[in-house]
């Protein structure tokens, strides 16, 4: 069982930065791959951004966020972060943090689900 809780969402204007935080528990962080994925009103969920685990940190994203947003890991202290620059209104959604033991997993179907944190963008 993997826990997952994430942090650091809120309202931010159009062209602004977030940081989005997500704290593992519960298995060898370091080995399992993590992802966001996020949620806007009316939308399904759609994948974000993933990086791999067993110490290769390959990053993943979809093509609405490449070159907006950075993935990254600290081992050390179990947690995944999302860098959020130049925020569109369009990044409006849920952001979810997700985990799974495989990298192909975690960017479709992972195991493992935080609770989501809002984000918010105004024009």
């Known amino acids: 069982q993997v826990q997952l809780v994430e942090s650091g969402g809120g309202l931010v204007q159009a062209g602004g930065s977030l940081r989005l935080s997500c704290a593992a528990s519960g298995r060898t962080f370091s080995s399992i791959a993590m992802g966001w994925f996020r949620q806007a009103p009316g939308k399904e969920r759609e994948f974000v951004a993933a990086?791999?685990?067993?110490?290769?940190?390959?990053?993943y994203y979809a093509d609405s966020v490449k070159g907006r947003f950075t993935i990254s890991r600290d081992n050390a202290k179990n947690t995944v972060f999302l860098q959020m620059n130049s925020l569109k209104p369009e990044d409006t959604a849920i952001y979810y943090c997700?985990?799974?033991?495989?990298?192909?997993?975690?960017?479709?179907?992972?195991?493992?689900w935080g609770q989501g944190t809002q984000v918010t963008v105004s024009s």
């Open positions: 997700a985990a799974d033991g495989n990298t192909v997993k975690v960017r479709t179907e992972p195991s493992y």
């Open positions: 990086i791999s685990g067993g110490g290769l940190n390959i990053a």
